[in-house]
């Protein structure tokens, strides 16, 4: 895990500090750095040391320690003398190694990497040189697919969507919430949007995550450079949130489908609140009838087409066109006009975001 190399560096800079010579060795008894110039291992002692249930021993006047990696035995620590001082600083020195093997397990660690990458927590010559080191291609086309789960998760919903990619060790799954299983996904040549709809849903399906659930799958672009799935990861969060505005009775949640949505969810509210009185006066659709809401959203539905949206609703023509002249009169907007309704239809949907704004501030 650690080099033999930056041992010794370890070792002899302790060395330099506590004039106290160091030596590691592995469990076989072999020497992997040592700052002795004359130190004879005595296998026996060693193996004796390693089946103690002690931490530390002193040993015919060396002071033995263990270094673990969760709780996993890795190296022996040999520091030279037997009295107090040399207890401390070998003490100090073992935690020191250790500490080693930790920076050491998440600089090399796929899982942290990956973690890290999306929450844009790296440099990118750091996400170049770590990549290479951990086998990891950077130039292939990815997406970033979040799994967003009501209840908070149990190490089970990682395991099953693991499962669900057989392995591959070319996608990615992990976590940094409590509420959602992340993917970074590899795609195969001729992979697209089209295929991404489908694999969402085929892992609600799967797992049997249904609406009833309230469970949603977002996903970002596509991205072609390791250094871009954290865009990814950023647009495919966005979608779950404009997507729980905007689009909550759907379960896939396509950041490239969200259309004028994902900019209404940018606005700040001051700037929505100026936009809806100019719209509405001191009105708010809010104060608009059942009734008439449902003729908008039938209206919306079929587009602007009069004679269906009449059909659908079971009313006569001449009765839409009465609602409409109503609505007409009273906001000043003609749905029937391309315009006009277009206007309309943002002020729903920032009318939908301001609201939703509020039930988080509370």
Request: charged share 30%; aromatic share 10%.
């Amino acid at each position: 895990m650690i080099s033999n190399q930056v041992l010794q560096n370890t070792l002899e800079g302790l060395k330099e500090i506590s004039r106290t010579e160091f030596c590691v060795i592995d469990t076989d008894g072999k020497t992997l750095a040592s700052t002795f110039s004359d130190f004879v291992i005595q296998p026996a002692d060693i193996q004796a040391f390693v089946e103690s249930q002690a931490d530390s021993q002193l040993v015919k006047g060396y002071q033995y320690f263990k270094v673990c990696d969760d709780y996993q035995l890795e190296y022996i620590l040999v520091a030279h003398g037997d009295d107090e001082d040399t207890y401390m600083v070998g003490k100090l020195a073992a935690f020191q190694i250790q500490s080693l093997i930790v920076a050491y397990k998440e600089r090399f660690d796929k899982d942290s990497f990956i973690k890290n990458l999306l929450l844009d927590n790296l440099l990118l010559v750091d996400i170049y040189n770590r990549a290479k080191k951990l086998h990891i291609e950077a130039d292939v086309r990815r997406v970033v697919m979040i799994l967003k789960l009501q209840q908070e998760k149990e190490h089970s919903s990682i395991e099953s969507v693991k499962s669900l990619f057989g392995g591959k060790s070319k996608d990615f799954i992990t976590a940094v919430d409590e509420k959602s299983v992340i993917i970074v996904k590899e795609l195969e040549e001729g992979e697209g949007y089209e295929e991404m709809d489908k694999l969402a849903q085929t892992i609600l399906d799967t797992l049997g995550l249904g609406r009833e659930n309230d469970t949603h799958i977002a996903y970002g672009t596509i991205v072609g450079e390791l250094k871009e799935v954290s865009r990814s990861y950023k647009e495919a969060r966005m979608a779950l949130d404009v997507g729980k505005i905007f689009s909550p009775e759907k379960d896939v949640i396509a950041y490239s489908s969200l259309g004028i949505g994902r900019l209404i969810y940018q606005l700040p509210i001051p700037l929505c609140k100026m936009f809806i009185k100019e719209i509405f006066g001191g009105k708010s659709p809010d104060d608009f009838d059942e009734e008439t809401l449902t003729t908008i959203d039938k209206f919306f539905e079929n587009s602007l087409n009069v004679s269906e949206t009449s059909r659908q609703l079971y009313i006569h023509r001449n009765t839409l066109v009465y609602r409409l002249d109503k609505l007409q009169k009273s906001t000043g907007l003609d749905l029937r006009i391309f315009e006009d309704a277009i206007t309309f239809k943002i002020a729903l949907m920032v009318v939908r975001y301001m609201k939703y704004m509020e039930t988080l501030e509370y």
